[in-house]
């Protein structure tokens, strides 16, 4: 199983960036995927999970109306739509298969001016 991420930089308060992720090694229609993220000195935390038909999304409460997760079986990625970025999203994300329990390496994410 393998996961890569892209689409992370810098980027100024308020913008907005895309997160991709290829996922390899499995059946990737078949498993629910979820995006975290860790800042400096806190813990990783869920930011958004989909499941495997798509129709179910979920959100961690900093993030709602912000964020859109989504996936392209077709290409086997999941996406994370980031619009509204403020210096608290600054962290580094991680897409993740939680039935694999396979992390990608992670991508940096900095909002600021």
């Known amino acids: 199983v393998q996961l890569v991420e892209s689409g992370g930089g810098l980027v100024q308060p308020g913008g907005s960036l895309r997160l991709s992720c290829v996922a390899s090694?499995?059946?990737?229609?078949?498993?629910?995927m979820s995006w975290h993220r860790q800042a400096p000195g806190k813990e990783r935390e869920l930011v958004a999970s989909?499941?495997?038909?798509?129709?179910?999304?979920n959100y961690a409460d900093s993030v709602k109306g912000r964020f859109t997760i989504s996936r392209d079986d077709a290409k086997d990625t999941v996406y994370l739509q980031m619009n509204s970025l403020n210096a608290e999203d600054t962290a580094v994300y991680y897409c993740?298969?939680?039935?694999?329990?396979?992390w990608g390496q992670g991508i940096q994410v900095t909002v600021s001016s």
């Open positions: 993740n298969s939680p039935r694999h329990n396979a």
């Open positions: 989909i499941n495997s038909s798509g129709g179910g999304r």
């Open positions: 090694g499995f059946i990737f229609r078949w498993y629910p």
